[in-house]
């Protein structure tokens, strides 16, 4: 029935037949094999306790359960199947099978073929040594055919520990053990061999044993210099210190741990005439409070330098403070400012910044900015230090530090004006933008109107937008004037000025501004202007239709008391000049030209009425004409100057 539940893999049928059969080995190696996830492996487990060796065989492959089957090889003493195994599906346990197969065949008396299969499983270093032990003829053969240097070492152990130290000697040089051949050569009393072994490879146990040599020997130079090859700084300071080898134990010191540095250091600060190089070595361990207390008491202030460089916020606060007190004394202001700034004694490191005059880096400046939730100053202590702070770099001409302050402490109105020293246009526009502050949008837009806002009509944009966002409307009225005046000037476009004139208007007629009496004085003006610019406009207009009613409202314009202040008269006589040149009355062209000679400056004459309209005039009454090259240079790099602005004119588009 058991055998049947092999084929039929029924292992709870199994259990009852093997209970049945008082089969309790079998019993318990088939409760440990359903620890297995493989339900094959399981019943190969019950078919190799029942003896079927071929079933159990089959199902372990079944389930490539590979390590399993090498285990049953093994057990079964199939070794050559096991070794196949191993080989090819159960490379991990490969070296283990080999050991395993070795040790059976040491049992044997198979020694050759085991010495084999040691070298395979890496393990011939102990076990053939072991194996060999009674053969040492075959030991030492095996030794000498393997060339390794484990083996080797092993050898001259054994030839040492059997007296023969000559061999010994041998074997450990083929071995490359430098330590015991210099115990050896110790031990034999050819220290002088020893000692050029250890020179020559340096090596650190070898040198330390011999270090250990030269000093029972009183040799405290040469013990020095082993110790010192063997990193054991420890002891060749201990022997320097005991012989008052005092340079060398300085280098030594140096050289070795924090530790020794400072053993070193009470050594010489023991000797008063030695002082600074325990100052030196006090300063190296780490221990600045102890170097800068000797170095104050013996005035090493070479030293205070050097070792002023390595504080920083974690030292004694007192420390610093003493330290920067030097530095002030001897006119190293600067250093003495990193110091107060490190024991955080900020106001006086920013005092004496003002009083000698240091300009404030950016580093410095950061330095002394105290974060909002430190508790170590008030909040209104601490604008106050930011505000000081940027007052100094204001007086120092450092703008965008000085902005980047007062901007801190929460003043942007300072960090504006600030800003606005800088010239920085681009970032002028971009903090105001962010600030939204109605004065700070007044300042932007002032400062923009002092730019040549005519040529680049993004500054233009941007004046009008912040006088807006800033509800200075009688600002961006005037600036709209600004612009209708410029439109005469310039291009002599009264259709736009007349446009800038109304947009002016509406900005002042919805102002608030503390004199009415003033507003409306104001707006009376305005609304002269844009009435003497229309009539002008409209007259212009006219000419096409009625010449004569054209030119009959030019010299009605010119008879109006504040015509300068709006229209241009250059303007209105030159239109009446074209207009009787055409109709050919040159004795009235001839009367409007000399009344413009007489009320503009010769110099700027051709720019209301071209040079060939004059020549026509002084032709039609046979006048010579007295040419100024002057005015006409003035002419023409005018109308340059008129077709280089005329993309930037069309920005203004009021109308």
């Not at 001409?397 to 504006?416: E, F, I, S």
């Not at 004139?501 to 009496?517: G, M, N």
Request: proline share 2%.
């Amino acid at each position: 029935m058991a055998c049947m539940c092999v084929k039929t893999q029924r292992l709870d049928v199994a259990k009852v037949c093997l209970g049945n059969m008082g089969h309790a080995r079998g019993a318990k190696a088939l409760r440990e094999a359903e620890r297995e996830p493989e339900k094959e492996a399981q019943v190969a487990m019950l078919a190799i306790q029942l003896g079927m060796l071929e079933e159990a065989e089959q199902l372990y492959k079944q389930c490539k359960r590979y390590d399993l089957l090498n285990k049953f090889y093994q057990a079964s003493d199939q070794w050559q199947k096991a070794i196949e195994a191993a080989e090819g599906h159960d490379r991990v346990h490969l070296r283990t099978t080999y050991y395993n197969y070795a040790k059976h065949l040491e049992a044997t008396g198979k020694h050759t073929l085991a010495l084999n299969y040691y070298e395979k499983s890496d393990t011939h270093r102990f076990e053939v040594p072991r194996m060999l032990s009674e053969d040492l003829h075959a030991l030492e053969c095996y030794v000498n055919k393997m060339k390794d240097k484990t083996l080797w070492k092993w050898w001259a152990q054994y030839l040492e520990s059997q007296a023969d130290m000559e061999a010994a000697l041998k074997y450990y040089e083929l071995a490359q053990d430098y330590f015991s051949l210099v115990r050896v050569y110790c031990f034999q009393g050819n220290i002088q061999k020893a000692a050029e072994i250890a020179n020559e490879t340096g090596n650190w146990a070898a040198s330390y044993h011999l270090a250990r040599q030269y000093e029972s020997q009183d040799d405290i130079k040469q013990a020095v210099h082993f110790y010192t090859r063997a990193q054991a700084f420890n002891n060749a300071i201990r022997l320097c210190k005991d012989n008052n080898l005092d340079d060398q134990l300085m280098n030594l010191a140096l050289l070795s741990s924090p530790e020794d540095m400072v053993e070193a250091a009470r050594y010489y600060e023991s000797h008063l005439e030695q002082m600074d190089r325990a100052v030196m070595l006090y300063h190296k361990a780490g221990h600045l409070s102890k170097a800068l207390e000797l170095a104050f008491a013996t005035q090493q202030f070479a030293a205070l330098q050097l070792i002023a460089e390595d504080l920083d916020e974690k030292s004694d606060p007192a420390l610093l403070a003493r330290c920067s007190d030097f530095f002030i004394e001897h006119a190293q202001y600067e250093k003495a400012v990193e110091l107060l700034l490190a024991a955080k004694k900020y106001w006086d490191a920013l005092q004496l910044c003002l009083t000698q005059n240091l300009t404030i880096t950016e580093e410095m400046a950061e330095k002394m900015t105290i974060s909002k939730d430190s508790a170590k100053l008030s909040e209104e202590s601490r604008r106050e230090l930011l505000e000081q702070i940027a007052d100094c770099c204001m007086r120092q001409g450092n703008y965008h530090m000085a902005t980047k302050k007062y901007t801190q402490a929460g003043n942007k109105l300072k960090a504006m004006r600030a800003l606005l020293k800088s010239g920085d246009t681009e970032k002028i526009v971009f903090f105001a933008g962010v600030s939204r502050q109605r004065e700070i949008y007044i300042m932007a837009a002032n400062y923009l109107q002092s730019l040549d806002w005519r040529k680049d009509p993004e500054i233009m944009k941007n004046i009008i937008s912040f006088y807006t966002k800033g509800r200075a409307l009688d600002l961006l009225a005037g600036f709209y004037d600004a612009c209708a005046q410029v439109e005469v000037d310039e291009y002599q476009n009264y259709e736009k000025a007349l446009g800038a004139l109304t947009e002016a208007y509406k900005c002042l007629s919805k102002a608030k501004t503390r004199s009415p009496v003033e507003q409306e004085n104001k707006l009376a003006l305005l609304q002269s202007k844009m009435a003497l610019v229309k009539r002008f406009i409209q007259a212009r207009r006219l000419y096409s239709e009625d010449a004569k009613e054209a030119a009959r409202q030019c010299e009605l314009l010119l008879s109006e008391p504040d015509l300068d202040g709006a229209v241009r008269s250059g303007d209105v006589l030159g239109f009446l000049v074209e207009h009787h040149l055409q109709a050919q009355e040159f004795q009235m062209a001839y009367r409007y030209l000399e009344e413009m000679r007489g009320k503009i400056p010769c110099v700027n004459l051709n720019y209301y009425v071209s040079q060939q309209t004059v020549e026509a005039v002084h032709r039609g009454l046979g006048i010579p004409v007295s040419r100024n090259p002057g005015s006409a240079r003035v002419r023409h790099n005018s109308m340059e100057d008129k077709g280089a602005e005329d993309e930037v004119a069309d920005e203004a588009d009021f109308s």
